[in-house]
Structure formats: structure tokens, C-alpha cells
């Protein structure tokens, strides 16, 4: 009984694109990923413990997770606004705007780091403005936020847009001669279509927030206990070849990164299923 | 509601699937104002910063030697990984789209691992697995081949942080196209490689160049990750993003800011390709990519 | 080309696609595979060309067994239900590729194999269209291309997956007596699956009947129509 495993067929190449694919997935991707959990073991549950459980760690994982968070929520709303400006309204400029979307992808993210922090250190043109109201943003937690919602722009836009492009103009005209108005339509019958599409992009707006390191650390300040994120520790325990503690806030963050994405992976499926539309 | 008005006013018609003029132009000025501070701000701050004391003075900030030898590495770097990269994804979606296997899906997210995975927690992965503290490590600094603080981590980091990035484009693309073509050159009694230089490629190279070109804009930009398995050491490991922040940090400003304008140009011509890549090839692209 | 399939059985993970079939078709022979959608009849057509390996038994072509050969060297000239029309190459490469695939010792010069494609296009009565490419052609042409493009190899059997199946009515009438023709000029073995019991019936010498990956009957159009095996067939044919 049972299913073969590769259901056999005359198309060609099968072993050698299997060979490819596993090898290489196994030598980038796989075996890394294992020397850490490996690593992790050894150094064993109390170890990573001791480890995390440090004021100083806490701090970081908690900024990390906490800004990540926010930027997130602030690019699924600018994102869907985005995206549904790209898609339904005509207007000169639109195609710049579209492909501006995706420049945090393209840009490297230490170009971004040290242009942001330009613009809005204390002598940047913007940080002029800010500080003229009091308002300090490089070398505070605001900078790590304007970081990290540029790098998390496109996902919600990118992901939303192709869901905005198939919505058929009948179910909004239905929902009209229904006698809704339009707020209540968008509200009512579009946002819902939406959702799961803009939660897949948040979650990998989360996942690519909490990860970064290069647009961050310029701006940061990078001041333990208050602007100091994840990842910089990792690199602090590294040069000091302090490799255990390394590992154990990598798996930290690996393991966090990873419930955060269970849960917005379930959100969606509950979503998905509840709306059956994808 | 304006039944009304449009009896007594019949040119003033509003639609009921779209939102009042008002509502629309607020919502552009919306979506252009977050763009200008977000994206088009830093874009143009790097390019004025490097040019602050002139053309003279960044080009001959290009032309040292730290930053000629980092875009050599920065170079080198891309040309090795990003055709591995490629070769991968290509095998990759061949194996995914023209067969059928049990563990598809858990393969694929295999796949987009790296995507959840922050590039420093990667480059940390590849230290402890390759570094000299590691059993494999030390045995091949040993034997004369150290690859953490050298070339081969770099590329190894390098293609981590990218690896799903050219599979993702031809996959949904190869799904698309499916498998009748290559049947067809097979009956036809054409040999597996010539059906796939013959039929499949030129399906894919479109789809192919967009993954290249997104895998290339990553792979030159990669810092986090580089970061951990360098060393940054200069004139060896430094690659141009690293260079980028040892110059920062020493206040050589004008230096950091034209070698990053370099890496922004690239950038733009990077989403000027793929844009245009979306005009004029839509339909042999990823459906998510198609204006 | 006789062709003899016996007890060929196919599997798909756990569902059977096909029982153990067997099944003669005689030489020259213009055999419909008629059934509805899951059937197993384009199953048993793709396991004739050599695009599926079957679970069991074995396929024998003139009393040779040739269940191991390879799909290239089966040399059966497949027309797809999508006509799977290379779409970057032109009307002349297309039907150009099987030649020129071929290895460089039995490969004909270039000119011969412009003359055979040049044929070709007047077989399918459309003799300008080799600069073309498949998408500036209508469904009816792109048909017509695909076959041109499996009579290019010389093959020893036709085999078509649904070939009229996206086509409008009209159209449908024209290439049926084209295939009718085609196959009187070249005498060669042709199977076609359809799900069209009056298009079987009408252009088919011989009729295979399937149902859930079993052959319900095997017969003339007439004698089908005239004494139904089953109670399928009889509901099937009169539907």
C-alpha cells in the first residue's frame, strides 16, 4: 500500500535536479541552520537559559519583537492604502510610485542605514524639522522604527495588490444597489477579501523587521538596554568569540521568529477558510 | 445618498464601485507623501551627501584603493553565487514542477527558509558550522582552505540570504506553463538537455532574468550576514557594503556616501530592468508581477 | 503498426487510473478511445506514446515488446489537447524540431528538411503560415500545425489527446475529415481519445468504450450502437 514516494515518470533529469536541489539546499541552508540547534544542545536548555535571561538580552529581544511589531502594523496599513491606490486610481506618476515600492528591496540595506540616519539625525533635514518640536528620532527607538518600516514597505503591497486586481466589480456594484454605502462596502464586503492576502505580507514584514541589522544599527545609537536590538548583540557575543551565548540568542530569535510566523500562518488559514477566498 | 442630485444634475454621474474625488486625491496624497519621506528621501540623501564636496571629490574617493578593492570583492562575490544561485533555482524548479513527489510543500518552505531566517542569525549559522572552533572548520583551516573570515564564507552567506530568490520566480512560472511542451519535444524524440535548452529555457528567461536580477541587487547588497563571516578585513574581506560602514565609522563620509551611491545606482538600474521586465514580458512572468 | 496492449494497469499514488486493460488494435487501424473525464482513456493513450510508465503489463508494438522503450524512440507521433505548440518558435521550427533533434548522422541536410516541412504545411492545407507564430494562429490552425508537427518524425502511430476539444462546432466538422484524410494518405495506426461519443462514433473504425479505468466494450461504431455491451455504454451513447 502506500504512496511511492516520487511517483516515477519519463520526464528527464529527476536524479540530477533532486542532486542539485537537496545537495545545495542541505550545504547553504540545512547544515548551517543544524550547527546552530547543534550548538544550542550542547550548550544545553539551562545554558541558553542563563544565557537569555539577562537583563541586557531581554531588553534587546523585547525592542527587537516590539518595533518589528509596530512597523508591521503601520506598513499593513500604508501598505493596503498603497496598494490600493496602485491599482484602482489613475493618476500621473503612478508608475514611479509603483516601482519606488519596490526599492527597500533593492537598495542595500546599509545604503538605507546610513542615508536614513543622515536625514534625520539632529543636523539631517528632516531631524532639523523634528527637533525644532522637540522631537529627537535618530539615535532613539524612533529610528529604529522609520528603519524598519522602510525595509517592511513592499511585503503588504506586493501581496495585497494582485488580490485588488481580481476583485470583480459586480460583488462591489451588488453591494451598492444593496443599498451600502461606499465606506460600508470597503468595510463590509473589500477589507475581508483583503485580509488574508495583507496578513501573509505582514507576517513577512515581521519576519524581515526583526531579522534586520544593517538599515538598523546606524541609526539606532546602539545604546544597551534602550536602542540596542537583537541582532547587534549576536554580532557583540561573535567579536568577543563568545560563540555559546551567540548561538543561544540566535536560537532565541530563531524560535520566537518562528511561533510569531506559526500563529500569523494559522490567523491566516482560520481567515482563508472562514472567507474561502485566497 | 445623490439619487437626487442626479435627476436635477445628470452630467455630475458618480459611480457606485469607485470613491468620491475627494476621498481619491487624498488618498494619492497619502501614498505619495509616505513614498517621498520613505523612499524617495534616502534615495536622493545618498546621492546628495556623496556629491557634497563635489563630483571630483567622489569619484576620487572611488578610485582609492579600499573602495576599488571592495568593489572587486563585491563583484567577484556576485559572479560566483548568483549563477550558483541560478543553477540551484532552475534544478530546483525543475525537480518541483516536473515531477511529482510526496513532501512537495515541506520542500518548498525548506526553501524560503533563509526568507525567516535574519541574515546575521545566518551568518552566525555558517561561523559555527564552518568556523575553526567547529570540528569541519578547524580540519579544513588545517588543510590550508578557512572559509569563515574569508572568500568562501562570504559566498556561502551570500547565497544563504538569497537562495530562494530565483526558484521563487520560475516556480509559479514552470506551474503555469506545465509540462506539455516538454512532452511534446520528448515525442518528438528530442533528448531531455535538448528540450531543456531548446523549449524550456526560452520559456523561463524572462522569469529567470527577473529572479537573476533581484538575486544580483541582494547578493552585492548583502551586509548582515557578510558582516558576521568576514572579518571585514580591508583590502581581503572587505566587500562594498562593509567598506561602506568601516568608512562611516571613521567619519570619511563623502567616501561612504559615493561607494553607497554606487550600490543605489545599481539598485535603480536594477528596478528600472525589472520594470521593465513587467512591461514588456508580463505574460512570461510570475502572475503576481504582471502590472 | 499493430499494436497490443496487455493487461496494463495503472496506478496514482492509491487510486487506480487504470484496472488491467488489454486491448488489439489492428494495423492502420482509426481507433477512438471514448469515455468521460477520468476515464483512464487518456491515461492509456499517454502509456502508448511513453509518457507514463505503466504499473504493470506491457505494451507490444508489431509483437515486439516495447514497454521499455524510451518516449523518444518510440517515435509516436503525439498531437496534445493544449496542442503544446512550442510558443517562441516559429510555424516552420515547430514542425522543423523533431528533425532536427534528430542525431547529427541520421539528421537531414537543411534543404531537405525545409521540403518536408514545406509538405507538411500543404498536408494541413496551410502552406504560408511557416513564419507565423503559434499565438497569430486560430485554435482550428495551431490543430493543424501540431499534427503537421507529429507527422514531421515519420512516426509509426498517431496518438491525440482530445484533438478537437477546444474547438467551436464548425471547425470541429472541417478537421475531422482533415484527420480522416491525413490518416487514408498515411495508412498510419491512429488513436484519439474523445469524450464524444458522436465524434467517435463517426470518424472511427474501431470504438474502445472506457469507464473508471476499465474498457466496457470494443467494437464498430455500428455494433456498439447496435447491441451495448453494458448499461453504461448504452446510456453513454445515447447521451
Known amino acids: 500500500m502506500g504512496r511511492p514516494l516520487i511517483h516515477r515518470s519519463p520526464m528527464p533529469g529527476l536524479g540530477l535536479s533532486m542532486g542539485i536541489t537537496l545537495t545545495m539546499l542541505c550545504i547553504i541552508v540545512l547544515l548551517p541552520i543544524g550547527a546552530l540547534l547543534l550548538k544550542g544542545a550542547n550548550y544545553g536548555l539551562a545554558g541558553i537559559w542563563e544565557t537569555v535571561n539577562r537583563e541586557r538580552v531581554w531588553a534587546a529581544l523585547y525592542l527587537s519583537f516590539r518595533l518589528s511589531l509596530l512597523a508591521a502594523i503601520f506598513n499593513l496599513v500604508f501598505g493596503v492604502l498603497l496598494a490600493w491606490v496602485l491599482v484602482r486610481y489613475r493618476f500621473p506618476g503612478r508608475r514611479i510610485l509603483d516601482a519606488a515600492v519596490d526599492l527597500p528591496f533593492a537598495l542595500p540595506t546599509a545604503v538605507a542605514g546610513i542615508s536614513l540616519t543622515a536625514l534625520y539625525a539632529p543636523k539631517g533635514v528632516f531631524g532639523q524639522l523634528a527637533a525644532e518640536i522637540g522631537w529627537k528620532i535618530a539615535y532613539t527607538q524612533w529610528g529604529i522604527f522609520i528603519a524598519l518600516v522602510f525595509v517592511g514597505l513592499p511585503f503588504v503591497t506586493r501581496t495585497v495588490q494582485p488580490v485588488v486586481e481580481e476583485i470583480e466589480r459586480e460583488v462591489e456594484e451588488v453591494s451598492a444597489t444593496l443599498g451600502a454605502t461606499r465606506l460600508h462596502t470597503l468595510r463590509h464586503v473589500i477589507l475581508p477579501m483583503l485580509t488574508p492576502a495583507a496578513l501573509t505580507g505582514f507576517a513577512l514584514a515581521l519576519a524581515r523587521a526583526v531579522g534586520e541589522y544593517g538599515s538598523v544599527i546606524f541609526i539606532a545609537g546602539n545604546i544597551p538596554l534602550v536602542t540596542e536590538i537583537a541582532p547587534l548583540l549576536i554580532i557583540i557575543q561573535l567579536e568577543e568569540f563568545n560563540y555559546d551565548a551567540a548561538a543561544a540568542i540566535g536560537i532565541a530569535m530563531l524560535l520566537i521568529s518562528f511561533a510569531m510566523l506559526l500563529v500569523i500562518n494559522l490567523i491566516q488559514v482560520w481567515s482563508r477558510r472562514r472567507i474561502g477566498y485566497v | 445618498?445623490?439619487?437626487?442630485?442626479?435627476?436635477?444634475?445628470?452630467?455630475?454621474?458618480?459611480?457606485?464601485?469607485?470613491?468620491?474625488?475627494?476621498?481619491?486625491?487624498?488618498?494619492?496624497?497619502?501614498?505619495?507623501?509616505?513614498?517621498?519621506?520613505?523612499?524617495?528621501?534616502?534615495?536622493?540623501?545618498?546621492?546628495?551627501?556623496?556629491?557634497?564636496?563635489?563630483?571630483?571629490?567622489?569619484?576620487?574617493?572611488?578610485?582609492?584603493?579600499?573602495?576599488?578593492?571592495?568593489?572587486?570583492?563585491?563583484?567577484?562575490?556576485?559572479?560566483?553565487?548568483?549563477?550558483?544561485?541560478?543553477?540551484?533555482?532552475?534544478?530546483?524548479?525543475?525537480?518541483?514542477?516536473?515531477?511529482?513527489?510526496?513532501?512537495?510543500?515541506?520542500?518548498?518552505?525548506?526553501?524560503?527558509?533563509?526568507?525567516?531566517?535574519?541574515?546575521?542569525?545566518?551568518?552566525?549559522?555558517?561561523?559555527?558550522m564552518f568556523g575553526a572552533n567547529s570540528a569541519l572548520g578547524g580540519w579544513l583551516v588545517a588543510n590550508g582552505f578557512p572559509i569563515v573570515f574569508a572568500m568562501p564564507g562570504i559566498i556561502l552567506a551570500t547565497m544563504f540570504v538569497t537562495f530562494p530568490f530565483v526558484a521563487r520566480e520560475l516556480i509559479p512560472v514552470m506551474i503555469e506553463q506545465g509540462r506539455a511542451e516538454e512532452e511534446a519535444g520528448l515525442t518528438l524524440g528530442a533528448s531531455g538537455w535538448r528540450v531543456f535548452w531548446t523549449v524550456t529555457l526560452p520559456n523561463i528567461r524572462w522569469a529567470l532574468l527577473y529572479g537573476v536580477l533581484l538575486c544580483n541587487a541582494r547578493a552585492m547588497g548583502e551586509f548582515g550576514a557578510v558582516a558576521v563571516v568576514s572579518g571585514k578585513i580591508r583590502g581581503q574581506t572587505a566587500t562594498m557594503p562593509t567598506t561602506i560602514e568601516m568608512l562611516y565609522q571613521e567619519y570619511l563620509s563623502v567616501a561612504a556616501f559615493s561607494l553607497a551611491a554606487v550600490l543605489a545606482l545599481l539598485a535603480l538600474v536594477t528596478l528600472l530592468l525589472k520594470t521593465a521586465l513587467e512591461i514588456r514580458h508580463a505574460d512570461q512572468l510570475a502572475a503576481t508581477h504582471r502590472p | 503498426m499493430h499494436i497490443e496492449i496487455d493487461e496494463i494497469s495503472k496506478q496514482f499514488g492509491t487510486t487506480a487510473a487504470l484496472h488491467p486493460v488489454s486491448l488489439a488494435l489492428p494495423s492502420g487501424a482509426l481507433v477512438a478511445l471514448l469515455g468521460p473525464s477520468g476515464s483512464g482513456k487518456t491515461t492509456l493513450l499517454r502509456i502508448l506514446g511513453g509518457l507514463e510508465f505503466p504499473t504493470s503489463g506491457r505494451v507490444l508494438f508489431d509483437g515486439q515488446d516495447a514497454t521499455g522503450v524510451t518516449v523518444q524512440e518510440r517515435r509516436a507521433g503525439f498531437v496534445f489537447q493544449s496542442y503544446a505548440l512550442f510558443r517562441h518558435m516559429t510555424v516552420f521550427d515547430n514542425i522543423a524540431y523533431g528533425l532536427n533533434a534528430r542525431p547529427r548522422a541520421t539528421r537531414p541536410q537543411k534543404a531537405e528538411i525545409a521540403r518536408r516541412v514545406t509538405k507538411l504545411l500543404d498536408l494541413i492545407q496551410l502552406p504560408d503560415i511557416g513564419s507565423r507564430y503559434p499565438s497569430q494562429l486560430s485554435g482550428g490552425q495551431r490543430q493543424r500545425v501540431a499534427l503537421a508537427r507529429a507527422l514531421a518524425i515519420e512516426p509509426r502511430m498517431l496518438l491525440l489527446d482530445e484533438p478537437f476539444g477546444a474547438l467551436d462546432a464548425k471547425v470541429r466538422r472541417e478537421l475531422r475529415q482533415g484527420l480522416r484524410d491525413i490518416h487514408d494518405t498515411t495508412g498510419l495506426t491512429t488513436v484519439f481519445v474523445t469524450h464524444d461519443q458522436e465524434e467517435a462514433m463517426e470518424l472511427a473504425d474501431l470504438v474502445v468504450v472506457m469507464s473508471m479505468g476499465r474498457i466496457e466494450q470494443i467494437g464498430k461504431p455500428q455494433d456498439i450502437r447496435a447491441r451495448p455491451a453494458t448499461p453504461f455504454v448504452r446510456t453513454f451513447i445515447t447521451a
Open chain 2, 1 to 128: 445618498m445623490s439619487d437626487v442630485s442626479l435627476v436635477r444634475t445628470p452630467p455630475r454621474f458618480r459611480s457606485a464601485t469607485g470613491e468620491s474625488a475627494g476621498t481619491r486625491w487624498a488618498l494619492i496624497a497619502v501614498a505619495f507623501t509616505g513614498l517621498a519621506i520613505l523612499v524617495f528621501a534616502p534615495l536622493i540623501a545618498v546621492f546628495v551627501v556623496a556629491l557634497a564636496d563635489g563630483v571630483a571629490a567622489s569619484l576620487e574617493s572611488l578610485a582609492s584603493r579600499d573602495a576599488r578593492d571592495a568593489i572587486r570583492l563585491t563583484l567577484t562575490i556576485a559572479a560566483i553565487s548568483v549563477p550558483l544561485n541560478a543553477a540551484f533555482g532552475i534544478a530546483a524548479a525543475w525537480f518541483i514542477t516536473k515531477f511529482d513527489f510526496r513532501g512537495k510543500a515541506f520542500l518548498i518552505t525548506l526553501i524560503d527558509l533563509p526568507f525567516s531566517v535574519s541574515p546575521v542569525v545566518a551568518g552566525l549559522c555558517i561561523v559555527l
